[in-house]
């Protein structure tokens, strides 16, 4: 198998056991290169198969305020939803439209919506409500500003990934939320491994994309955890960044390339 991020060859890395949802057994494989992990069980399974393991996954928690696997979700959405105003009103984020990719139940936007006068409109390829974008409206390049929240990681291949990144329009701003770290561990017991969890970045696998989509420059959002890209040079940002730093001490990072926060 060859990495869907940097095109080396990937080697067995580690097994897990699920006791949940009739997962069984899932194989998780490594970049010789970059060092990204991938469940190739998950990227194998079929659609059906894979649609009904997340159906039968978000059931157990969705609708409400509590995620047992993930307890900082509401105070994390609450920083993130921040952290979009302060990019807003530091001129980062393009006038336009703006989507939330994959909204699941829609929290963010409706956060947002009672706290600030940002609007995101909302997309989610397995959740449905009135006020949600259908499939035949999302085009290539229609977006200003593309958010996904604890999306990347749920991803099975290359075409998932670009399937985000073509939505937007030229000088458009990714946000994205996933963990990042150095080394992705060698243990099973990582917290991370989760039933519906596919898709593990290293820094350098996070480099070689933002690279290979063109971005240029990236600012990281620590209290919210959220990275947001830009086509545009590091130099050209840098003042606006300034900005949010003075008005929010340490909690801003920002460099050419990706901020590898997470070393
Ligand atoms: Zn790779």
Redesign the pocket.
Known sequence: MN??????K?AFFLSKHFHEFDLGRVDYSR??????VLSDTHAQMSERRWEGLNRDFHESYQGSDDNPVDPRWLPRLRAQAQALQAANDAGLLPAGRRLDYACGDGKLSEMLAESSDISLECYDRYMHAPHYLQDGVMQPGSFDFVISTSVFEHLRSRESLESIRSLLAPRGVMGMHTLVCETVPESADWFYYLAVHCAFYSN??ME?LLQQWGYRSSLYHLPSRLWFFFEEDFETIEAQFKSLNARMPGEWFGQSGFVDYWK
């Not at 990495?3 to 080396?8: E, F």
């Not at 970049?31 to 990204?36: A, I, K, L, R, V």
């Open positions: 990495c869907i991020i940097c095109g080396a990937t970049c010789s290169d970059c060092g990204f350098r696998s070689l």
